[in-house]
């Protein structure tokens, strides 16, 4: 069983950055694929990056790449996603979640935090 609780969200101007951090809870961590989805007002909830268990490879929706960094730290229970040259379009609600491995599918997710508001001002 995992716990997660994300903290880092706010509000920024576009073109600024923000560091989302993801802490964990539980035993299983070290042994989840961890990954980080978005929900606009109206939108459903899409996949953002994602994580193996190692932290060897990672995994983007193609409007972030290049833009945001996912990483983990096992001996901190945490993973991170450092997201900079914010654009408007990235106003969401950000949550993490694991899982067995690095999937784009939220279904494959079985645990999920309670999320965290990012606003990106024009």
């Known amino acids: 069983h995992v716990q997660l609780v994300e903290s880092g969200g706010g509000l920024v101007q576009a073109g600024g950055s923000l560091r989302l951090s993801c802490a964990a809870s539980g035993r299983t961590f070290s042994s989840s694929a961890m990954g980080w989805f978005r929900q606009a007002p109206g939108k459903e909830r899409e996949f953002v990056a994602s994580i193996n268990l190692t932290g060897s490879r990672t995994y983007y929706e193609d409007s972030v790449k290049g833009r945001f960094t996912i990483s983990r730290d096992n001996d901190k229970n945490a993973v991170y996603l450092q997201m900079n040259n914010l654009k408007p379009e990235d106003t969401a609600v950000y949550t993490c979640?694991?899982?067995?491995?690095?999937?784009?599918?939220?279904?494959?997710?079985?645990?999920w935090g309670q999320g965290t508001q990012v606003t990106v001002s024009s």
């Open positions: 979640a694991a899982a067995s491995w690095p999937s784009r599918n939220l279904k494959s997710y079985d645990y």
